[in-house]
C-alpha cells in the first residue's frame, strides 16, 4: 500500500450519504456499496435510509462505446497473434510480428480518430473534456507502441532505424514539422543543427528510459569516428535487455570500448578545446562519452565500481543512468550488496536502496531466512513486504507453535509501526489471510509499476493498453519472463486482468473467453469461475455459453447450466423443455423428477402431453429407469393404438415384472391389463397370466396397511373392487389360455 | 471475396435483413436493418450502403454502410424481417413482437404496432413466470406469424390488435425457427430436432405433419424454403449440419450435409439464383455453397478445345443453370458431395456470425463481435 507512489485520488460517489456507515464488497472489476442500519454517532433519530446498492465499476473506458469497437477489433488481432506461432521462424515472423504490431496501431488510430471527431461534436463542454482526454490517452498509448514497435519489436539497423525514429518523431509531434522539413531536407539529416532539438521535443512526454534508448539510437551513426575494433560489451540502458542491446549494433558498427574518446574528450574539454557540443536533448559530447564509457565499465562483471565515479561527473544524466545500473548489478554477496548500498546512501538514493533492501529481503525469504529478511524490509522501510514476511512468520507459528528469530521479533522497536501485520506480529496476535490477499495483490501491481518504465500507463486506462502489448512483447520473446510467485508470468497476469475486466462487462464477455484460452496456467479456473456467472436470459444465449463450455470440456459447467435451463423449465410448466435439457446434461436424478411430472400428469388428465418428445426419446430413454418407463409405458399405449395387443401385452407384463415401474403405478399397469384380459382373443398366455397374478398379490400384499380406518374407507373399497376385478379377469384368462394351449398342443 | 467491408458498430449483432426492392424495378440492395442482442440497451438500426452508382475511378466504393437512424428496443432482437418496404417486425426475448415504421423523410423510426406478451410462461406462480422470449418471425403481407420457447404459435394481422389464431403448446420444446411453405402453411423447427407442418386451415392443435431426424434430436435453429420449389426446405442445426428436406415425400431429410463446427444459425437460398445457399454459423464462419452442377465438368471439356473456350463455356453453363434449377440440384439423390462447391466468404474466423441476408449481389452479416460484414459483389 505505502508502496503506491503518491496518494491514492479520493473519489466521490455521487449519491452516497457519506454520514451514514457504508459497507461494501468488492467483485472482479467492481464493487457493491450499500449503507448499513448503523449510525456514526449515537442519534436516537432515525434519517429515512437509502434503499439503493450502488454498483461502482473501476474502469470506466469498457463502458464507452468507442472504445468497445477497440475491444472488439483488437480481439481479432490478438486471437490471430496467439494462432501464428510456430511454424513461422526467423525473417518471416518478425515481419508477422511487425504486422500485428501495425495493426493494433491503426485500430488504436481509428479509435482515436472517431474519439476525437466526438469530441469535436460535443455539445456539452464537460463531456468534450472527456472525450479530448480519452483522445490524448489514445495517442499516448499510439506513441509509446510506435517506439516500442521500432526499438524492440522491428529492430532494423542504425541506419533506417534512425529513420523510422524520425519519422516517429514526425507523426507525433506535430508542432516541429517545419523544423522537420528542414531536418529532412538536409544533406544529412543527422547533421543539421535542428536535428537534437527534434529529438528532444520528441523525448519530452517520454520517461528517462525513453530518452536514453532514443538518444543512444540516434547516436549510433557518430560511433563511426571512434577507433575501430570489437566491442565486448554492450552497455545496455533502462528497459532494454542487453541482447537486444547487441542487436542494435550488430549491424556492424565495430567499436572498441569508450575509453580513448570519452579520456581524450574529457581532457580537450577540461583544456577548453571544444566547443562544448550543446546537445539540445540537455547534455554535451564529453557527458554523452562519459556515460557511454562508464556503462561500458558496469557491463563488466568487477569494475563497475569505477564507473561510479564517471557517472559522479556527468552532470545531467549521470545518476539517472547511475540509478538505472546500479539496480542490475547482481548482489552475489551480502558484502556487495552493503558496497551497492553504500554507494546508493551516499547520493541519496533511497529509490535504489529500497528495491536492494527488498531484493536481499526476497532471498532471504527464498532461503528461508525469516529474520534476515524481515530486517532487510524494515531497512526498506517496505511496508507490504514487511506484511508478507509476517505472515510468513504467522504461518510457521501456526504450524509449529512456536516463533522462530524471537529476538528480532522482540527487539522491533519503533520499527514495528512499518505495517498493521508487523505490528501485530509483535503483539502475537491472530491472523487474517483475507487482508493478506489484498495486500499481494497491490505490492504486485506496485512491483509492476516500479520495475517497468513501460507500464506507468497502467493508472491511465484500463487493462487493455499493458495486456496486449506485453502479450505482442512477449512473442516477440522480449520479456523476460518476471515469474511472480503466485506462478504466473506478467504476461498472464495483465491479460487475466483485462479478461476479467470484459466478464463484468454486460455484453463483452464472451471476447474474455479468448483472453483466459491463451493463459495457460491460470486462464481456464478463471473462465470456469466467470462463465457460470453469466445471466442466462435466453435459450440462445445459453446456447452460445453451453458451446464455448463443451468446446473446452467443462463438463461441471456444461451439467450445471443444463441444469439451470431444466429448472427454468420445470417452473415454467414446459416439461418437454425440461426433459429435453436434463438429458442434455445426463443428469439422472432431474430426468426421473421431471418423468415423474409427466407420469403425474398422466393420472391426473388420462392422456399423455408432449408426445412428440416421448415418442422419439431414443436411447436417451436409457437415461433414468424412470424415463425408461415412461417411454416404454407410451409404446405400450402406442401398441394398444395400433392393435398390435401381443406386443402390448408382453411389453406390460416386463415392465412389471422387470421392476422398472414404480410401485405406485403397478395398480394402474394392473388395470391397463384388464382390457387386454377381456379381449375375444387370449392375448396373455397361460405362463403370462401367472406372472401377472403373482405380480398383482404381491401388490395386494404390500399395500400400505397404516391407513386410519373409516376415514377413507371408501376408496379402500374402490380398491378392492378393482382388485377383486382383476383377480376376476385373470381367473378367467387363465382358464381360457389354458385351454387353448391344451388344444393346440393336442392338436 | 476482396470487397468486403467490415463496420465495427459497438453492439452485438442478432439480426441483419435487406429492405426488400420494390418487385420489378431494377434497383439493387441499398438498405439493411440490424437489431443488437445483450447490450444493456439494445437498438433496431437502419443502415445504407450508399449510393450504388458512385464508383471512382480505381473501380472501389468508396466507404462503408452508414448509420441512417435507429431506435431503442426493449429485450434482445431475436428476429427481425421486413413486413413491406417500410415496416419491419421486431421479435424481443421479453415476449413482445413490434412493428416499426420507417419515416424515409427524416429517417426516423417510430412504434406503429405492438403486441406485448405475444408470448408468455404459464407456470405454477413462480416468479419467472410470465415472458417468454420470442424466437422467430415470418412475414406474408398482411399475415405475421411468431413462435416462442414457449412453444406456442401466434398469426397476427398487421391491423389487428390481437392475435388472429393461436396454437397453445404446439410443441413441447421450444420453437427456433418458422417460415411459410405455401400461404396457409407454415413449417416449424423445435430444439428435438423435427420439422413440424401447421395448416391454418385446420382447427385443432395437432401438426398436418412431423418430419424428423433420426434418434439423436439434434436441436435445428434456422429453417429456410427453396424460393421456387416450395416443397424443398433447408435446415441447420446444432452440429452445424446442413439437412435438405422434401416435405412431400418421407419423414427423413434428402441429404445431410456436414458443415459447420457449430451452430448454424442460419440459411438461407438465394431468392433469386437458389443454387446458391448460405449458411453462418457459432464458429464464426459464413459459407457459400455453390450447387449450380458441373460448371468444373463443362469448363473442363470446353478447355480442351482451345483458348475461345472460356467465354463460351460460360455461356453455356449458365443456360444449364436455368434448365438445371427446374430439377433441383438439391434434391437429386447423387451421393456426389463434391458437385457442391463450398467457399469460405470471411477472411478470418471470429466470433460467431448470427445472421446473414441476401439480396441480389449483395450479402450482409452481423457478428457477435460487434461488427457487420457487406458485400456488393458475390458472384464476382
Not at chain 1, 543512444?216 to 571512434?226: E, F, N, V
Not at chain 1, 392422456?607 to 416404454?632: C, E, H, Y
Not at chain 2, 440490424?34 to 439494445?42: K, P, T, V, Y
Not at chain 2, 460448371?295 to 443456360?319: A, D, Y
Request: contains cysteine.
Amino acid at each position: 500500500m505505502e508502496e503506491l507512489d503518491g496518494e491514492p485520488t479520493v473519489t466521490l460517489i455521487p449519491g452516497v450519504n457519506s454520514k451514514k456507515q457504508m459497507c461494501f464488497d468488492w467483485g472482479p472489476g467492481e464493487m457493491l456499496v450499500c449503507e448499513t442500519s448503523f449510525n456514526k454517532k449515537e442519534k436516537s433519530e432515525t434519517e429515512p435510509g437509502c434503499p439503493f446498492i450502488y454498483i461502482i465499476r473501476k474502469d470506466i473506458d469498457v463502458y464507452s462505446q468507442i472504445l468497445r469497437k477497440l475491444f472488439n477489433e483488437s480481439h481479432g488481432i490478438f486471437v490471430g497473434l496467439q494462432r501464428i506461432e510456430e511454424e513461422l521462424t526467423g525473417k518471416s515472423r518478425k515481419a508477422q510480428l511487425v504486422r500485428v504490431s501495425k495493426n493494433y496501431r491503426s485500430v488504436i488510430r481509428a479509435c482515436m480518430e472517431e474519439m476525437h471527431q466526438v469530441a469535436i461534436a460535443a455539445k456539452d463542454p464537460a463531456s468534450g473534456r472527456q472525450f479530448s482526454s480519452q483522445v490524448s490517452i489514445l495517442s499516448a498509448m499510439e506513441l509509446i507502441w510506435n517506439l516500442c514497435e521500432i526499438l524492440f519489436i522491428e529492430v532494423a539497423p542504425a541506419g533506417p532505424l534512425l529513420l523510422h525514429l524520425l519519422d516517429w518523431v514526425r507523426l507525433h509531434v506535430c508542432e516541429v514539422d517545419s523544423l522537420l522539413a528542414d531536418v529532412l531536407g538536409s544533406e544529412n539529416p543527422s547533421k543539421h543543427e535542428s536535428f537534437w532539438k527534434l529529438v528532444s521535443i520528441s523525448c519530452r512526454p517520454g520517461l528517462p528510459a525513453f530518452y536514453l534508448m532514443v538518444f543512444k539510437a540516434l547516436w549510433l551513426p557518430y560511433k563511426g569516428w571512434s577507433k575501430g575494433g570489437s566491442r565486448d560489451q554492450s552497455g545496455g540502458y533502462g528497459t532494454k535487455p542487453g541482447k537486444d542491446g547487441g542487436d542494435l549494433d550488430k549491424d556492424g558498427i565495430a567499436l572498441s570500448n569508450w575509453w580513448f574518446v570519452a579520456h581524450l574528450t574529457d581532457l580537450l574539454d577540461h583544456c577548453k578545446l571544444l566547443q562544448s557540443h550543446n546537445l539540445y536533448f540537455g547534455s554535451n559530447m564529453r557527458e554523452f562519452l562519459l556515460l557511454e564509457y562508464a556503462s561500458g565499465l558496469f557491463a563488466h562483471h568487477s569494475l563497475w565500481q569505477l564507473g561510479v565515479d564517471y557517472f559522479d561527473y556527468c552532470p545531467e544524466l549521470g545518476r539517472v543512468s547511475l540509478e538505472l545500473h546500479i539496480e542490475r548489478i547482481p548482489l552475489s554477496t551480502e558484502q556487495k550488496a552493503l558496497k551497492v548500498l553504500r554507494i546508493c546512501e551516499q547520493r541519496q538514493m533511497t529509490e535504489q536502496v529500497r528495491s536492494i533492501c527488498k531484493i536481499l529481503a526476497m532471498k532471504a525469504v527464498r532461503n528461508n531466512r525469516l529474520g534476515s529478511a524481515l530486517s532487510w524490509s524494515i531497512r526498506a522501510k517496505d511496508a507490504a513486504f514487511a506484511t508478507l514476511v509476517s505472515d510468513r512468520f504467522l504461518k510457521d507459528y501456526c504450524e509449529r507453535g512456536s516463533f522462530s528469530d524471537l529476538d528480532l521479533i522482540d527487539n522491533l522497536g519503533p520499527a514495528m509501526m512499518l505495517s498493521d501485520r508487523l505490528t501485530f506480529l509483535g503483539e502475537s496476535l491472530g491472523s487474517q489471510p483475507q487482508t493478506f490477499g489484498i495486500v499481494r495483490s497491490r505490492s504486485l501491481a506496485a512491483t509492476l509499476r516500479v520495475d517497468h518504465p513501460v507500464y506507468p500507463l497502467i493508472a491511465l486506462s484500463n487493462w487493455w493498453f499493458v495486456a496486449h502489448l506485453t502479450d505482442l512483447l512477449d512473442h516477440c520473446k522480449l520479456l523476460q519472463s518476471h515469474n511472480l510467485y503466485f506462478g504466473s508470468n506478467m504476461r498472464e497476469f495483465l491479460l487475466l486482468e483485462y479478461a476479467s475486466g470484459l466478464f463484468a462487462h454486460h455484453s463483452l464477455w464472451q471476447l474474455g473467453v479468448d483472453y483466459f484460452d491463451y493463459c495457460p496456467e491460470l486462464g481456464r479456473v478463471s473462465l470456469e469461475l466467470h462463465i457460470e456467472r453469466i445471466p442466462l436470459s435466453t435459450e440462445q444465449k445459453a446456447l452460445k455459453v453451453l458451446r464455448i463450455c463443451e468446446q473446452r470440456q467443462m463438463t461441471e459447467q456444461v451439467r450445471s447450466i443444463c441444469k439451470i435451463l431444466a429448472m427454468k423449465a420445470v417452473r415454467n410448466n414446459r416439461l418437454g423443455s425440461a426433459l429435453s435439457w436434463s438429458i442434455r446434461a445426463k443428469d439422472a436424478a432431474f430426468a426421473t423428477l421431471v418423468s415423474d411430472r409427466f407420469l403425474k400428469d398422466y393420472c391426473e388428465r388420462g392422456s399423455f402431453s408432449d408426445l412428440d418428445l416421448i415418442d422419439n426419446l431414443g436411447p436417451a430413454m436409457m437415461l433414468s429407469d424412470r424415463l425408461t418407463f415412461l417411454g416404454k409405458y407410451r409404446e405400450f399405449h402406442r401398441f394398444y393404438g395400433e392393435k398390435r395387443l401381443t406386443d402390448a401385452a408382453s411389453l406390460l407384463l416386463s415392465l412389471m415384472t422387470s421392476q422398472i415401474a414404480p410401485r405406485s403405478f403397478w395398480v394402474i399397469l394392473l388395470i391397463d391389463a384388464l382390457p387386454l384380459l377381456e379381449e375375444k382373443e387370449v392375448v396373455f398366455s397361460a405362463e403370462q397370466t401367472y406372472e401377472l397374478m403373482r405380480c398383482l398379490e404381491d401388490f395386494a400384499s404390500r399395500r400400505p396397511l397404516w391407513r386410519e380406518p373409516g376415514v377413507q374407507r371408501l376408496q379402500e373399497d374402490v380398491e378392492n373392487t378393482k382388485l377383486e376385478m382383476l383377480r376376476l379377469a385373470l381367473a378367467r384368462n387363465l382358464g381360457r389360455a389354458i385351454i387353448k394351449e391344451g388344444s393346440l398342443e393336442g392338436s | 471475396m476482396e470487397d468486403i467491408y467490415a463496420k465495427f458498430v459497438s453492439q452485438k449483432i442478432s439480426k441483419t435483413r435487406w429492405r426488400p426492392v420494390p418487385p420489378g424495378s431494377l434497383q439493387t440492395a441499398d438498405t439493411f436493418a440490424a437489431g443488437s442482442w445483450d447490450n444493456e440497451e439494445n437498438y433496431v438500426s437502419l443502415w445504407s450502403i450508399g449510393d450504388f452508382g458512385n464508383l471512382d475511378s480505381d473501380g472501389g466504393f468508396e466507404g462503408d454502410h452508414q448509420l441512417l437512424c435507429d431506435i431503442r428496443h426493449h429485450g434482445d432482437v431475436m428476429d427481425l424481417q421486413f413486413f413491406d418496404q417500410e415496416r419491419i417486425v421486431a421479435a424481443s426475448s421479453t415476449g413482445c413482437v413490434t412493428v416499426f415504421l420507417h419515416h424515409p423523410n427524416n429517417q426516423t423510426l417510430s412504434v406503429s404496432q405492438q403486441w406485448t406478451a405475444a408470448h408468455y410462461h404459464t407456470g405454477p406462480g413462480s416468479p419467472s413466470c410470465g415472458s417468454a422470449p420470442c424466437t422467430g418471425i415470418v412475414c406474408s403481407n398482411p399475415e405475421i406469424v411468431t413462435v416462442g420457447e414457449d412453444g406456442r404459435i401466434n398469426l397476427f394481422r398487421v391491423d389487428h390488435k390481437e392475435a388472429v389464431r393461436t396454437i397453445d403448446n404446439a410443441d413441447s420444446s421450444t420453437l427456433h425457427a418458422v417460415t411459410f411453405l405455401r400461404t396457409p402453411e407454415i413449417l416449424t423447427v423445435n430444439s428435438i430436432g423435427q420439422l413440424k407442418i401447421w395448416d391454418f386451415r385446420k382447427q385443432g392443435n395437432e401438426p398436418s405433419q412431423i418430419l424428423s431426424l433420426t434418434g439423436d434430436r439434434v436441436p435445428l435453429h434456422c429453417v429456410d424454403r427453396h424460393p421456387n420449389q416450395q416443397h424443398v426446405v433447408a435446415t441447420g442445426g446444432q452440429d452445424g449440419m446442413l439437412s435438405i428436406w422434401d416435405v412431400r415425400q418421407g419423414t427423413m431429410p434428402v441429404s445431410l450435409l456436414k458443415a459447420h463446427e457449430a451452430e448454424m444459425w442460419e440459411v438461407h437460398f438465394h431468392p433469386s439464383n437458389p443454387d446458391h445457399l448460405f449458411t453462418c454459423s457459432e464458429d464464426g464462419s459464413l459459407w457459400h455453397w455453390d450447387a449450380s452442377t458441373d460448371v468444373p465438368e463443362k469448363s473442363s471439356l470446353f478447355n480442351q478445345g482451345g483458348r475461345n473456350s472460356t467465354f463460351l463455356s460460360h455461356s453455356i453453363s449458365s443456360q444449364t443453370n436455368v434448365h438445371q434449377s427446374l430439377i433441383s440440384s438439391w434434391l437429386s439423390t447423387d451421393p456426389a458431395k463434391d458437385r457442391i462447391e463450398i467457399t469460405s466468404l470471411l477472411p478470418s474466423r471470429t466470433l460467431s456470425v448470427n445472421s446473414l441476408d441476401i439480396l441480389g449481389p449483395c450479402l450482409v452479416c452481423g457478428t457477435d463481435s460487434e461488427a457487420i460484414y457487406v458485400t456488393r459483389q458475390l458472384f464476382s
